[in-house]
T-cell receptor
Framework: SAVISQKPSRDICQRGTSLTIQCQVD?????MFWYRQQPGQSLTLIAT?????????ESGFVIDKFPISRPNLTFSTLTVSNMSPEDSSIYLC?????????FGSGTRLTVV | AQSVSQHNHHVILSEAASLELGCNYS??????LFWYVQYPGQHLQLLLK??????LVKGIKGFEAEFIKSKFSFNLRKPSVQWSDTAEYFC????????????FGGGTRVLVKP
């Protein structure tokens, strides 16, 4: 299965600032997904990022708040913009390949 | 919209006990089903998956799951748990062709007492 490197693994950020999370995959994949896992809760899909097209956002998530880039088939970034304490969560990227869905190790974000 | 329900939020059991975690989904068409495990402080790992064929699926670490289409269920089982099975377990579903977005259940925290 694909191997995903996600950076940073954790960060503490001031409210009002932005953080960009990177996801690097060791193979070319068409579909990449970004999820949020709020404290004590399950995973919620933020958006689907396909190379060469705009990301598709789920209800409750908007591009201005969570801009996504997908410049090629092995890389994507998610930016959490104008952060507030409510954005404190674990953010995960995921890819689909023939093995199934593989997840990155996550970015634990704390907004103070 | 499709949804995934996991009936138990918390399960506490002793080593060697049998484990069964319920998962139901609300989608009438073809589905692909997954169980993931998240050990404390670690990332999600795939336990097993069902795409088609034999509805009884065997996964890693002695886990298995049974897809019952008529009940829209995909329950996870392990005959005899170990302390190391303490983790959070997530059921997830994707409709139609695999590769679509996953919808996760709320998760079940399992604590195995030594």
């Amino acid at each position: 299965s694909a191997v995903i490197s996600q950076k940073p693994s954790r960060d503490i950020c001031q409210r009002g600032t932005s953080l960009t999370i990177q996801c690097q995959v060791d193979s070319q994949v068409t579909m990449m997904f970004w999820y949020r896992q709020q404290p004590g809760q399950s995973l919620t899909l933020i958006a689907t990022a396909n190379q060469g097209s705009e990301a598709t956002y789920e209800s409750g998530f908007v591009i201005d708040k969570f801009p996504i880039s997908r410049p090629n088939l092995t890389f994507s970034t998610l930016t959490v913009s104008n952060m507030s304490p409510e954005d404190s969560s674990i953010y995960l990227c995921s890819v689909w390949d023939s093995y199934g869905y593989t997840f990155g190790s996550g970015t634990r974000l704390t907004v103070v | 919209a499709q949804s995934v329900s996991q009936h138990n939020h918390h399960v506490i059991l002793s080593e060697a006990a049998s484990l069964e975690l319920g998962c139901n989904y609300s989608y009438g068409g073809t589905v692909n089903l997954f169980w993931y495990v998240q050990y404390p402080g670690q990332h999600l790992q795939l336990l097993l998956k069902y795409f088609s064929g034999d509805p009884l699926v065997k996964g890693i670490k002695g886990f298995e799951a049974e897809f019952i289409k008529s009940k829209f269920s995909f329950n996870l089982r392990k005959p005899s748990v170990q302390w190391s099975d303490t983790a959070e377990y997530f059921c997830a579903v994707t409709p139609g062709a695999a590769g679509n977005k996953l919808t996760f259940g709320g998760g079940t925290r399992v604590l195995v007492k030594p």
